[in-house]
């Protein structure tokens, strides 16, 4: 399984960009990068996947460099209610997921 | 589409006692599921993976005589916390992946939190 490492937390802005980068060194050839998103007292939310380049949805974006040793996730125009704590995985296949630490986001007004 | 249903979302039990939980996938099957527990201000820690008829497969160090798994239906997995005592206490989540075209991901449920007095 490949290891993450991300920031233990960050602090932002209602408004601004916000970028969260989390490094995979060991991830393997056929393994997509996933993020969710957690709140206190819920279940973790998929927020994001994707293999390589960038990829976009209504929420995030992520970006991977060509090399897949690191990805960021791009939340534009962050709320109060973006709060929360984000999680990067590298899962093979369909095997378990292995949370890391996460970074804790928090969205002042 | 693609929503785990986990019940109950909390659940108070006297020390010595032992309470059930259950994760049920509302519109998909699933033939494996997950259970995690999570203590205040900590990341999910992976308990067990939980296989359609047969026995689950406990992460190391998991006291599979405590923390009792079943999966009898390809919707529905249960936990049983037996003869729980107050370090047994923590917010205990399942997961699923719906496997489902055009889905990514695991699905959570909301959680439930277990508080033993």
């Known amino acids: 399984l490949a290891k993450t490492t991300q920031p233990i937390s960050m602090d932002s802005y209602e408004g601004q960009e916000v970028n969260i980068t989390c490094s995979h060194n060991?991830?393997?050839?056929?393994?997509?990068i996933t993020w969710y998103q957690q709140f206190p007292s819920q279940g973790p939310r998929f927020i994001i996947q994707g293999y390589k380049t960038k990829v976009t949805n209504e929420v995030a974006s992520l970006f991977i460099p060509a090399d897949r040793k690191s990805s960021t996730l791009s939340l534009p125009r962050v709320s109060l209610s973006d709060t929360a704590v984000y999680y990067c995985?590298?899962?093979?296949?369909?095997?378990?997921?292995?949370f890391g630490s996460g970074t804790r986001l928090l969205v002042r007004p | 589409g693609a929503v785990v249903s986990q019940h109950p979302s909390w659940v108070i039990c006297k020390s010595g006692t032992s309470v059930k939980i259950e994760c049920r996938s509302l519109d998909f099957q699933a033939t494996t599921m997950f259970w995690y527990r999570q203590f205040p201000k900590q990341s999910l820690m992976l308990m067990a993976t939980s296989n359609e008829g047969s026995k689950a497969t406990y992460e190391q160090g998991v006291e599979k005589d405590k923390f009792l798994i079943n999966h009898a239906s390809l919707t529905l997995s249960t936990l049983t916390v037996t003869s729980a005592h107050p370090e047994d206490s923590s917010f205990y989540i399942c997961?699923?992946?719906?496997?489902?075209?055009?889905?990514?991901?695991?699905?959570f449920g909301s959680g439930t939190r277990l508080t033993v007095v």
């Open positions: 060991n991830i393997a050839t056929n393994d997509y």
């Open positions: 997961s699923a992946k719906p496997g489902v075209e055009g889905y990514y991901g695991y699905t």
């Open positions: 995985l590298a899962p093979p296949g369909s095997y378990k997921l292995i």
